[in-house]
């Protein structure tokens, strides 16, 4: 089945500051599993050129799409546009259309030097809409280059996912383990995990009023082969269940 | 100043398929910019060996500290205590001292071989105390390798943070800029920039009911040349203030 991979970098001091906690490579990642484009890395660095340029060029060669979000503003530390021309070694300059569509909300008398910033977009870049302010993403090879306020930067993935090529979907299915200890069903789940080289199983344990409560996760994308092997995983539960109660 | 640096690796097929939202790096992050920690970098990989090893090797080397979240389970997809030890290039095998913490916790009838993974210590590391399930992490070199789960990773910071070595602590302040638009201050915040080079200054925009709620913040380890660029922020802003509401 074919597969289509992506990488998120995440741009931005603040988040590596804590203070801002980032909430869009999550989003990302799930809306990507719905229309089967597997998010394989997430980045986070700072507001550095050298930072910025190292990590576009290294995620766009190793993944299908690598989408960016954040500093593509109008003040000083928004400098994500330049540094997306410099990796792919393009000029950049102001865009008539993006001109177009900031006059759409900025009064041409309001149109200073920092705003018209906005308007900078990578030479042979599309632009990506940004129906809430405006000022557009853009998309340069396999590069999406997204705003980084989360209500921004939802809509201009709403616009440019259509153009995505996706994959299989990567269908999952979650089984509750009933209180069931990781220690306790490891060793069958391990032989499961071998049996089904295709699906990928996984233990994912949640503390909840200091009790264990597991999940397994099983995820493929042959949905008569995950639900094969979700039968099996919850057989084998159900069995290590009725032991561990005795 | 004395500045000590960070990565943080989030390890786990469940954040990248957008499932679990990663919750631990912004944690570590908030946490390290309090005792003078200055997080550079933040990786998400899959459960996979190559992906693993290759990112502990280059953020080790790269930055003063790197810290770990995820894979030290005991089941089958929990592959991080190997790869640090192939990182490090040396060898892995049953602690006496986790197997005896392990024993606090589990009867010595229910060590199977599962849970008997969680013993398993890259050779020369030091424990990591985990006062919730008893199965501890380690500090091995410049890398510390903490649990995944949210309670359990932070326990384990309270142990190992006093043994970090920190640097001169990040101070900030915050201005809120009272719905003054990015590109009415944002050439005035260039200046300061400017003249203010060993002062971080950013613009970080919140969209709130369809409405902009910018912060200006600035970020340094000497208070006295950020009290200085806070008061100049400040005057400039209520400057553009008073233009802007003309």
Redesign the interface.
Known sequence: MNRVTAAIL?IG???????????N?????????RIGI??????????DET?IVEAVNFLREKYDYLLTTGGI?????DITADCVAKAFGVGIAEDPRALALLLER?KPE?L????R??ARIPDGAELVANP??KAPGFLIGNVVVMA?????MQAMLDDVAPKLVTGAK?L?EVIETQGLP??AY??G??AL?KEFRDV????????VD?R?HNQV?L?GRDEALLALATGKTRAMLAEVSARHRL
């Open positions: 995440v001091d603040e988040i590596l500051s804590g203070r801002t906690k980032d909430a490579s999550g989003y990302i990642a799930e809306y990507f599993t597997e998010t394989r890395e997430i980045r986070v660095v700072a507001d930072a503003g109008p003040t000083h530390d900025i309001d200073n030097a920092a705003r910033r906005m809430i302010s980084g306020v989360p209500a921004i990567i999952s990781e220690g490891a060793a789940l391990e995990a990928s199983i996984g233990s994912y344990p949640k503390l200091g264990f996760i995820r």
